[in-house]
């Protein structure tokens, strides 16, 4: 039960993050902005995407607020169903991507599409936001355990 707790702990943590900062953005820096951070670095550009990473497809918003709803589900029965028998580190990381995911869907269902703000400067890269970074954490720990357990 401890467990389940931590688990919805941290999907709940991510979710909050992620939605608070995008707001934060979206009021300090205002959508289709720029706001220097490190010079040449990083700066926070807010821009709103309704395709996926890279901005693919995004004239197919349906498909990926489809594809996150299944994520959702697989994810919330991959972290919170005792019938699954995932070591922490893999719940852990199954969590993270859980809140990530439902982080951009309140996105793509109440806005049209998600808000991404992280501009890396220094290499030719997708503007990115905060669930981003907890999906690729979690997906991360997944196969490192996933590599270790083989």
């Known amino acids: 039960m401890k467990r389940i707790f931590l688990y919805f702990s941290i999907f709940v943590i991510v979710v909050l ?3 608070f900062t995008k707001r934060f953005m979206l009021e300090s820096v ?3 902005n720029s706001k220097p951070f490190i010079p040449n670095v990083m700066q926070f550009l807010v821009v709103q ?3 996926g990473a890279f901005s693919i497809f995004n004239q197919y918003p349906v498909y990926f607020k489809i594809i996150g709803v299944i994520n959702v589900f697989i994810f919330s029965y ?3 169903c005792s019938v699954v028998k995932l070591s922490n ?3 852990i990381g199954c969590s993270l991507v859980l809140g990530g995911t439902v982080g951009n869907l309140i996105d793509r269902f109440l806005l049209n599409g998600v808000i991404d703000f992280l501009d890396l400067q220094f290499i030719n890269f997708a503007v990115f936001n905060l669930a981003d970074v907890f999906i690729d954490l979690g997906v ?3 196969l490192i ?3 270790r357990k083989r």
């Open 145 to 147: 355990e996933w590599i």
């Open 140 to 142: 991360i720990l997944i």
């Open 89 to 91: 580190f893999m719940k």
């Open 78 to 80: 991959l972290t919170f």
């Open 30 to 32: 205002g959508l289709n």
């Open 17 to 19: 993050l992620d939605q």
């Open 49 to 51: 995407n309704s395709g």
